[in-house]
DNA sequence: CATACATCCTGACCGC
DNA sequence: TGCGGTCAGGATGTAT
């Protein structure tokens, strides 16, 4: 499941190997793909070619090619979406989405998408707090890796809202970036309760919690990020491996490394949040 | 305006 | 062997 450190792997291989190369054509084998691009499938395969591509760059789980011109060309991976670089001529894959060739002979790039929650669109630029994004990230926070990103704003944000802590922490409009896995981990790191309600969360801990969630996504993005199953690969179809250092996603069951208590797995949003019961208390105004 | 929630999708897995 | 149910869950559009 793509989160931060996952798109940041995808972005620095994008960079690598797509940066500086003239697009010629684009094949779209799936119209839900690029659903967002409202002009359809013709129109999106024509802006991009003969385009040349300036950088690819990255806001929370927003990644985007800058393209000669003002536009951008604007990727999610929503859950199963991945970036591939392909020699011409390597077989389909069963989901592949969205093909792009190059004018240089050089591997082709293919969007792949089992789900299809993710897909691509163009879009043009806007300029947001002193920064250039395509427009439908514009309301997308800043992320913790953002050199800009002011972690004193993201603490008042968080304590704002009135709601359980772990929807603000994914609540993309306040920090950006987090997803369920890091969402559980930071919790547990900070030994706070997904359903603490925001308003009792002291300036402190809201920042030991972003400040969390900063350092486990940098670790995973050290690790090449998380992955359970082929479904998150970078560029080239490798995993990360960061799903060994997990202390409670996925970990139903297991002794909790810090204090031997079981892990548990409570039902969240029509999705699960993983705890500790002893080092993560439910806070008293939720009741089993 | 803020918050909550149904919805999109495919495949792995499980119990019967 | 197949079949139905459950789960994975990011972001959006709609409802409250």
Not at 237 to 260: K, P
């Amino acid at each position: 499941m793509p989160e931060l450190p996952e798109v940041e792997v995808v972005r620095r291989g994008l960079d690598a190997h797509v940066t500086g190369r003239r697009i010629a054509a684009v094949q779209v084998l799936h119209p839900r793909a690029i659903r967002r691009h409202l002009p359809g499938p013709e129109d999106f395969s024509g802006r991009l070619a003969g385009r040349e591509v300036l950088a690819a760059r990255r806001r929370g789980k927003y990644l985007w090619l800058d393209l000669d011109g003002s536009e951008a060309v604007l990727a999610h991976l929503g859950m199963s979406g991945q970036m591939l670089v392909q020699p011409e001529g390597a077989p389909d894959e069963k989901h592949l989405r969205v093909r792009v060739r190059f004018d240089d002979d050089g591997p082709e790039l293919r969007f792949v998408d089992q789900r299809t929650f993710g897909g691509l669109a163009t879009a043009d630029q806007v300029l947001v707090d002193g920064e250039l994004l395509p427009t439908p990230v514009a309301h997308i926070a800043r992320d913790p890796m953002d050199p800009a990103f002011d972690l004193g704003a993201a603490v008042d944000a968080m304590r704002r809202r009135r709601t359980w802590v772990k929807r603000a922490l994914l609540d993309q409009t306040l920090v950006s970036g987090v997803g369920n896995i890091y969402a559980d981990e930071s919790l547990w790191r900070t030994k706070l309760h997904w359903a603490r309600p925001t308003e009792k969360l002291t300036r402190a801990q809201a920042g030991e919690l972003l400040t969390a969630a900063t350092e486990v996504m940098g670790e995973a993005l050290l690790a090449g990020g998380t992955s359970f199953d082929a479904l998150y690969v970078n560029v080239n179809g490798q995993s990360g491996y960061f799903d060994r250092a997990l202390a409670v996603y996925g970990q139903e069951g297991r002794a909790c490394r810090r204090c031997g208590g079981v892990i548990r797995r409570d039902p969240f949003m029509n999705r699960s949040a993983f705890s500790c019961p002893v080092c993560q208390p439910r806070p008293r105004s939720m009741r089993d």
